[in-house]
T-cell receptor, first 108, second 112 residues
Framework: GQSLEQPSEVTAVEGAIVQINCTYQ??????LSWYQQHDGGAPTFLSY????GLEETGRFSSFLSRSDSYGYLLLQELQMKDSASYFC?????????FGAGTRLFVKA | SQTIHQWPATLVQPVGSPLSLECTVE??????LYWYRQAAGRGLQLLFY??????ISSEVPQNLSASRPQDRQFILSSKKLLLSDSGFYLC???????????FGPGTRLTVT
């Protein structure tokens, strides 16, 4: 079957570092993507990992361990505008699985 | 560059009325197209996806249907809306470097 787990909410202060973990189980897996969605808006693509290891894109980094079916999104130097929902999204075949996401609250 | 359009942005419809939501993509050819629904505070539920004209795969049996009459046009329809059809409807296309998806601005549907 398919399953996806990530924390429902995370709170952090401005300037801090936060890690959002994700564990998944899906068939035909070929990569893990991450999306950001602000309230009232559409999701936007952040990053993608096909191979094990860390991918860095500015303040955001994403990690994948295929053997552990585990990944995380690391957000550094948090800013108020980073308050949003973050979706871990395993990709397989033509489909991407979106879970309930993690709501990140950044406090001043 | 690629652009995805969805309309309308908001819609209020009575129970039992029909629905038609349209999505068009510009700047790419033969994209994979997707319809999602998102309930308030929840994740994205995949409703339909299409890998080509006239090819529709349904993920959730319900009173919605989808069609792809042209390469870059994807339509979501219903003959009779239910209260449970309320939600945020998102169209997306994929075909980027990693197969990542790009979303339209969405339609917020309220069925009353």
């Amino acid at each position: 079957g398919q399953s996806l787990e990530q924390p429902s909410e995370v709170t952090a202060v401005e300037g801090a570092i936060v890690q959002i973990n994700c564990t998944y189980q899906t068939s035909g897996f070929y990569g893990l993507s991450w999306y950001q969605q602000h309230d009232g808006g559409a999701p936007t693509f952040l990053s993608y990992n096909a191979l094990d290891g860390l991918e860095e894109t500015g303040r955001f980094s994403s990690f994948l361990s295929r053997s552990d079916s585990y990944g995380y999104l690391l957000l550094q130097e948090l800013q108020m505008k980073d308050s949003a929902s973050y979706f871990c999204a395993p990709m397989g075949g033509f489909k991407t699985i979106f879970g309930a996401g993690t709501r990140l609250f950044v406090k001043a | 560059s690629q652009t995805i359009h969805q309309w309308p942005a908001t819609l209020v419809q009575p129970v039992g009325s029909p629905l038609s939501l349209e999505c068009t993509v510009e700047g790419t050819s033969n994209p994979n197209l997707y319809w999602y629904r998102q309930a308030a505070g929840r994740g994205l539920q995949l409703l339909f996806y299409s890998v080509g004209i006239g090819q529709i795969s349904s993920e959730v049996p319900q009173n919605l249907s989808a069609s792809r009459p042209q390469d870059r046009q994807f339509i979501l329809s219903s003959k009779k809306l239910l209260l449970s059809d309320s939600g945020f409807y998102l169209c997306a296309w994929s075909g980027g470097t990693y197969g990542e998806q790009y979303f339209g601005p969405g339609t917020r549907l309220t069925v009353t």
